[in-house]
């Protein structure tokens, strides 16, 4: 992996990339001077470079949430009483048409898949949200994990210190989304697999070792607390003990990661590029985060796209922002090497009807829907599946959650149908029905 | 001032959604923009020949005063001028990159007015980025010159000509209000009121909503806004009913009335009219909540006098020359097609009768 300009990245600081620095210093010196700047600059270094391509692929989720319209995004009907009032412009591929909002999106199509036939059963948005972030519908009362979750499991490193599934988003409320995120996201991987929320008003608070305390009577602390713990975790044969071990283990990681999480750190110039919203800002820092080894991180911003209301005048906005993180997120990946290991999902919980209600928005729709894939393990240039002339229905190659589940776990090297392995848990795959990936989409 | 009845005489409708209208001189025909094209309809008959599309949605339409020619304004940023003799177009005129918002015609029909605006992440809390093209046009109506490129803080959704055709006056998504003299393009008044606005809290932490329509008082003195009140929730629509009445000429323009707190249900209100005679102004929207979309409001107390359920979005209210009718069009939700691909129509016409 290779990485550009150590001036995009900070150093986290964590015990481990210290510990790096001294593997450099003592076995690689030449590469190693140059390299200890940044955890970037690390990767340049040929064997550690190895030992991050073998760590697996990493996933960016810019989760849609509220579920935005394929008519203003993805699957244009220009000039049909079902279009809308934007307009639709042809993208680098032939033939292939996006919204008139997308125009930065339309450059890059060859590095884009594009998803038209998505066709799903939920029609509400906490079973929605369910069923595309955990791949299938629930079966009570085994709690399927997230897809991050998941991935954090299978591709993740435990004992890194920076968080390997991170949710950035700064609302705190959302309807069902709030319902959601208050509910286990982690299932029956249990909860070190859950992810680490942060963004706005959840930036993370007292990560920051109070200036009257020291480096050295902060170990000192962390050494006595981790002996007192242990023993009696040891002793008393106590999970509740192991429990807040582990959380402790976490709180450590997170405070030497905690320039990571701080938005203020990352270049003006980067935070310009991306553009001034909060699911901007935080696109960027999902960058920031995979860079530097999260290895799952999901972007969300609320429930903005649920446009029962105010289609047109939300979409006018939402689009062209998402438009630009699209743009911007790849374009960043390839350069600095990383976009064939990185997967990047931008999709919701469904799409929008066709028709327009009577309040200038368009309402729940799981029969015709769309979204894109780009980045690691995805072919690019590829619009799969189609739906009628009017979006109201799939035409060809109906894709479902199990479908689309099976094709980013082959994207990301995960065996779809390989089997949970977890005591006292019934049999549960990675997707169920045996459903095959869509191989026109992958490498 | 009296209660008044309102009694319904003509009920039509349009294939789609009509989202502006303007009834001719001799009120024989009416002229509508919908989301399909430009429209004539006889008022007698209630049929309507499609004579001019846009390659968006057509928001507003207007005539001129000499009803030589009448005009529309589209999503495209296209305003397009049409001879009545002939309904053919006599001049199709970019004028904005984006949305025509709302169009408007002086009085003494000399100027054209739309606004404009796209709605543009600035911050991390969506404050509107600034303008990329004038957000505000002013146009000679007869030559299609633009005259007038004015500055505002996009989405500008609604604009208006004060009754001796001096001022425009533009109204946005933040809720912020400017006026021009239409004789040197200075600006002469702006202020805010963030009454019309939401910041959502609950699902999208971003701006919506604003001014929807707004409209000069016969005596120019006063300015009447309308849209809906702020919501926690703004896609859920539930804001207040809501108009203002602004005194703006002087240094500092003050809020003289608003409407009464147990007159407003819930739904955006984006129509206004003003009596040609009798000191009257008709608001209507959507029915979210309550039990009226659309009522006749006393220009002087702000007392309701009359309330109509429409069962429909009202988009546009206008008038007849007399005071004695009020035209309302608006539109029902899009119905889903026919298993043969057909919709029914949903644009809707009606005529009251003011007892």
């Known amino acids: ?443 | 001032m009296p209660a008044i009845e309102l009694k319904r005489t003509t009920n039509f409708r349009l294939p789609m959604a009509i989202l502006g209208a303007s009834l001719a001189a001799d009120e024989s025909t009416l002229l509508t923009g919908c989301m399909d094209g430009v429209y004539l309809s006889s008022v007698e008959a209630g049929t309507s020949t499609r004579v001019a599309q846009h390659s968006s949605y057509v928001s507003g339409v207007a005539w001129l005063p000499d009803q030589s020619h009448y005009l529309s304004a589209g999503y495209d940023g296209q305003m397009q001028w049409f001879d009545t003799a002939t309904n053919k177009a006599t001049r199709q005129q970019q004028i904005h990159e984006f949305w025509s918002w709302d169009m408007a015609v002086s009085p003494d029909g000399r100027l054209i007015a739309s606004v404009t605006g796209q709605y543009l992440a600035g911050g991390y809390r969506y404050e509107p980025q600034p303008e990329r093209e004038p957000s505000v046009v002013v146009l000679d109506a007869a030559s299609g010159e633009i005259l007038w490129k004015l500055p505002h803080v996009p989405s500008v959704q609604a604009v208006c000509f004060s009754p001796d055709s001096r001022y425009v006056a533009a109204g946005n998504l933040m809720g912020e209000v400017r006026i021009w003299d239409c004789n040197d393009g200075s600006l002469r008044s702006s202020w805010s009121t963030d009454e019309f606005t939401s910041w959502g809290i609950i699902k999208s932490h971003c701006y919506l909503g604003g001014i929807f329509a707004m409209r000069f008082t016969p005596d120019g003195q006063h300015l009447l806004l309308a849209g809906m009140g702020p919501m926690h929730d703004p896609m859920a629509g539930n804001g207040k009913q809501l108009w203002q009445k602004w005194a703006w000429q002087q240094e500092q323009p003050d809020k003289v009335a608003q409407i009464n707190k147990d007159d407003g249900g819930e739904g955006l209100m984006e129509a206004l009219a003003i009596h040609p005679q009798k000191p009257i102004f008709a608001m209507g929207g959507r029915l979210r909540g309550g039990d009226w979309n659309a009522a006749l409001f006393d220009l002087n107390s702000g007392e309701r006098l009359a309330t109509l359920k429409t069962g429909y979005r009202v988009t546009g209210l206008q008038f007849s020359a007399d005071g004695n009718r009020l035209i309302v069009t608006g539109t029902q939700g899009q119905p889903k097609p026919s298993r043969e691909g057909s919709w029914e129509p949903f644009g809707r016409v009606e005529f009251y009768e003011l007892g």
């Open chain 1, 1 to 443: 992996m290779t990485t550009s300009s150590t001036s995009h990245h900070r150093d986290c600081g964590s015990p481990e990339h210290t510990w790096h620095r001294r593997l450099i210093l003592q076995g690689i010196p030449a590469a190693g001077l140059a390299a200890t700047s940044s955890f970037a600059g690390l990767f340049s270094v040929p064997a550690l470079a190895e030992e991050t391509r073998r760590q697996g692929k990493k996933c960016i989720l810019l989760w849609l949430c509220g579920a935005p319209s394929q008519f203003e995004t993805w699957d244009p009907k220009p000039g049909t009483p079902t279009s809308g009032p934007f307009s639709a412009i042809q993208t680098i591929l032939p033939g292939v048409q996006v919204s008139q909002l997308m125009p930065k999106s339309a450059g890059i199509m060859d590095k884009l898949a594009v998803i038209r036939s998505m066709k799903t059963e939920p029609s509400e948005h906490f079973q929605g949200i369910d069923a595309l972030t955990r791949g299938d519908t629930p079966r009570p009362p085994f709690t399927r994990p997230i897809l991050g979750s998941v991935v954090a499991q299978q591709l993740g490193q435990l004992d890194s210190p920076v968080p390997q599934f991170v949710l950035l988003d700064p609302c705190p409320e959302g309807n069902e989304f709030k319902a959601f995120k208050a509910g286990n996201w982690a299932g029956w991987l249990g909860a070190e697999y859950g992810p680490v929320r942060a963004g706005g008003e959840y930036s993370i608070p007292n990560l920051l070792r109070p200036a009257t305390i020291s480096e050295l009577e902060h170990q000192d602390r962390e050494s006595l607390r981790r002996f007192l713990s242990r023993k009696f975790e040891n002793d008393q044969r106590s999970e509740a003990a192991a429990g807040y071990n582990a959380a402790f283990a976490r709180v450590q990681g997170l405070m030497s990661c905690a320039p990571l999480f701080d938005l203020d750190t990352l270049p003006e110039a980067d935070r310009r590029r991306y553009g001034g919203g909060a699911f901007s800002q935080h696109a960027l820092q999902a960058r920031h985060l995979i860079e530097n080894g999260s290895t799952f991180v999901m972007v969300a911003n609320g429930m903005p796209w649920d446009n029962h209301v105010y289609q047109h005048e939300m979409h006018q906005m939402l689009v062209p922002e998402l438009d630009n993180v699209i743009f911007q997120l790849l374009t960043d990946l390839e350069e600095r090497g990383m976009l064939d290991d990185t997967l990047v999902i931008a999709m919701g919980e469904f799409g929008r009807t066709p028709w327009l209600n009577e309040a200038r928005g368009r309402d729940h729709y799981p029969n015709a829907w769309s979204m894109m894939l780009a980045g690691g393990g995805i072919r690019g240039g590829v619009v799969y599946g189609a739906t009628d002339p009017m979006g109201i229905d799939v035409a060809e190659n109906e894709v479902d959650q199990r479908r689309l589940f099976a094709t980013i776990f082959t994207a990301l090297g995960i065996d779809p149908h390989a089997e949970y392995d977890i005591p006292d848990l019934p049999t549960f795959f990675h997707v169920e029905k045996s459903a095959e990936p869509i191989a026109e989409l992958l490498v």
